[in-house]
DNA sequence: CGATCGGTTGAAACCAATCAACCTTTGTGG
DNA sequence: CCACAAAGGTTGATTGGTTTCAACCGATCG
């Protein structure tokens, strides 16, 4: 039964791993044989996170990089006082850790959202690989660049001034993100609670509460605690900006 | 004259570059004779832009890599109805453009703050040098890195509730960016306009205004216009935190 | 089963956005 | 060189959305 146990295994990763942020360091550049199975060979063991555990905190030293395979995370900064400010939710495929490429500890922590599984690069055997494989490089470059672009989507969300823009442009690329996972776009489940959206989006917890129910009231959404089904994706889409020329946002 | 006027350049270029983001592609890396004077290749002629001008738009092939040698720029991203949103001032010594690597286009645009020059580094070159030092491409990859972590910055001060927190954040953290210049941290001179500045925290000019004042009548700031004198250090940190225990940011 | 946590809703206070007026600076052209 | 226009900035009055404070509900868990 070993060889079929192999072949299993190894459908079951190329399956799992095609809608992953790591599929791009192999097909894309154009490696496939050993190459592909040098790169695998340096995914360790998979580690297994219950809700509410670090998967690093702050300081902690830089041994990898870490792809969700399975579940959620967040990651946040917390000053001296304790104040958290969340950064990013990382969904199934997403790559955390880049925080600490620039110091080799990290600056922020990632703590699971709901029970998870993970991917785990480490980075002195990545950097080997790498530097066997040049195209592997560029190719880490784009995703470090992408991990920068999804930061400015942050930026504009919190810049809006309306929360119900917020909320709104947070749930719209969700369901984006969701669709990409080959999931429904309509129907979220949401891995984090109110209290982690507010703090994401520099609102408090009733706020995100009561836009909740005021987009329900609307018809634009049906919410059932962590479950939130898009009745209507258009207005969504329109309630991400204020129809009212904003003076602030305005190019001059 | 010929020989002295080039030891004078590359004095110049030492001194200028030692406080400039791609100092650490070199020296900590270990690299120094002909690696530095590859690396010394790459750059190209220096830019000058005026005021208001583009470095680069959105759509743009990716090109180079830039990083400011003087003066200021802003980057910022704007959607299909003209709203824009900053993500960043870029003063001397840092570096920008890391939004194309991802898909080679610029998804966001540069525009100078006042009269600036600028090094480019042609990415195509750069990529070569770094394949043939392979020290300077963990280098690279932790100015990328820095430039992550610069962005959660950015996000801890937006989602500061208070504008006057988001405020003085802003002057705190622009104040040590000044130091490091081996500038007087204490004597600002804003490039960028109430206008920036507020589309940068997410208030409006008017709020932005009126905390400027209100921080001069309590001997905080001396402003004058473009010029900011910080009297008090001491008060201006103490006003980045709220006193009163936010529920908001507490961790649970 | 009681306690705790997460979530919702209401009432009130407050802060920032909005609207408006005015001032200063800058730049342009007659 | 002056006049005027435009842009940038400040200040006031008002509105309104979000925060704050509070109570309550439901789910979860030991």
């Known amino acids: ?6 072949v299993l295994d190894l459908n079951q ?46 300081n902690d030293t830089f041994e990898a990089l870490y792809v969700v ?4 995370l967040k990651t946040f900064v917390q000053n001296e006082a304790g104040d958290m ?29 709901e029970r998870s599984s993970i991917c785990e690069l480490p980075y002195a055997k990545l950097q080997q690989v790498t530097s066997e494989v040049p195209a592997l490089h560029r190719q880490l470059m784009r995703v470090i660049s992408r991990e920068v672009v999804e930061e400015h989507r942050h930026l ?28 429904d776009g309509t129907a979220l489940n949401l891995p984090m609670s109110r209290y982690d959206i ?16 005021r987009m329900e009231e609307m018809g634009v959404l049906e919410v059932n605690r962590k479950s939130v089904r898009i009745l209507r994706p258009d207005l969504l889409a329109a309630l991400c900006r204020t129809d009212t020329v904003s003076r602030r946002n305005d190019v001059g």
Do not use: W
């Open 1 to 6: 039964m070993e060889p079929a146990a192999t």
């Open 13 to 58: 990763l190329r399956r799992s791993c095609s809608s992953c942020a790591l599929y791009e360091l192999c097909l894309p550049a154009g490696i496939g044989g050993d190459d592909l199975d040098r790169l695998d060979a340096t995914v360790k063991d998979k580690r297994t996170l219950e809700r509410g555990a670090m998967l690093y905190r702050e």
């Open 69 to 72: 395979r399975s579940g959620a």
């Open 85 to 113: 400010q969340i950064l990013a939710f990382h969904l199934p495929g997403e790559i955390l850790g880049f925080d600490a490429l620039a110091t080799n500890l990290h600056v922020s922590q990632a703590e699971a959202l």
């Open 156 to 183: 504009v969300m919190m810049g809006k001034q309306q929360a119900q823009e917020q909320l709104a442009s947070f749930l719209h690329g969700l369901a984006d993100r969701y669709q990409r996972l080959h999931r």
């Open 198 to 213: 507010a703090n994401y989006l520099g609102l408090v917890v009733e706020t995100v509460s009561r836009l909740f129910s």
